[in-house]
């Protein structure tokens, strides 16, 4: 059973707007959450996590947000630019090492 | 060479072929981890070594045996696998993990690119 889910495939935002991409979870012992993007023929890179005990991380242009009565998160890029065009994997954690993905959802930014 | 690198990138065999992905890490990093992903499905943890001790086998059939050496080598070795075990396999690595867990602590995970498995 699917336990992480982005219930987008895909998503499409124009150069200089705000790209958002959502994940649901089901498991309320996860602790952890990560997002990871990943280039085509490459591995998925981290992006950016964030502790359960938070319910915001920034980094530079990439913000998550984590809604734990929701079961929810979610990563702003603002603003969005073409190099930002990947696959974003969700991944959440409560073992310390193990990760748990989503399907991912393909970001496409157009100039 | 930098960070996770794997070998083979591709690879097509048949079903009574044995063949073996080889992955290495040059992070000195001491947690080493296989990961499966097939098509519209998300990655699924396969295997985890750390300190060279495999701590996690993920109900993966016999049919598919990891090694891990060392600290920096990881190894998936292939036997009599079917068509339906087509996919990407990814490598990854990160700093070992305790036995007494901490919530909220992660080691952050650094992956390879991934051996495409194509099995006829």
């Known amino acids: 059973d699917q336990q992480v889910k982005q219930n987008s495939p895909s998503l499409s935002v124009q150069e200089g707007r705000i790209s958002i991409l959502n994940c649901d979870y089901t498991?309320?012992?996860?602790?952890?959450f990560l997002w990871y993007k990943k280039y085509p023929a490459e591995g998925p890179t981290f992006l950016i996590s964030?502790?359960?005990?938070?319910d915001k991380n920034e980094d530079g242009r990439f913000t998550v947000f984590l809604n734990k009565s929701a079961k929810h998160l979610s990563l702003h890029i603002v603003p969005s630019q073409p190099g930002d065009s990947a696959v974003y994997f969700c991944?959440?954690?409560?073992?310390?090492?193990?990760?748990?993905f989503g399907k991912g959802t393909s970001l496409l930014v157009t100039p | 060479e930098t960070g996770v690198t794997q070998t083979p990138r591709h690879l097509v065999m048949g079903m009574t072929n044995k063949k073996s992905l080889k992955c290495e890490q040059h992070?000195?990093?001491?947690?080493m981890y296989w990961y499966k992903q097939s098509a519209k499905k998300p990655l699924e943890l396969m295997f985890v070594?750390?300190?060279?001790?495999?701590?996690e086998n993920n109900s993966v059939p016999s049919r598919f045996s990891p090694e891990c050496p060392n600290s920096s080598h990881l190894f998936l070795h292939l036997h009599t696998l079917q068509p339906e075990d087509s996919a990407l396999y990814l490598c990854?690595?990160?700093?070992?993990?305790?036995?007494?867990?901490?919530?909220?602590?992660?080691?952050?995970?650094?992956f390879g690119p991934g051996t495409r498995l194509t099995v006829l």
């Open positions: 990854a690595s990160s700093q070992a993990f305790s036995g007494t867990r901490t919530s909220g602590v992660y080691n952050e995970q650094f």
């Open positions: 498991n309320s012992m996860f602790d952890y």
């Open positions: 964030i502790s359960s005990i938070k």
């Open positions: 991944a959440a954690s409560n073992s310390g090492y193990a990760l748990n």
């Open positions: 992070l000195g990093h001491n947690a």
């Open positions: 070594y750390n300190f060279k001790e495999q701590t």
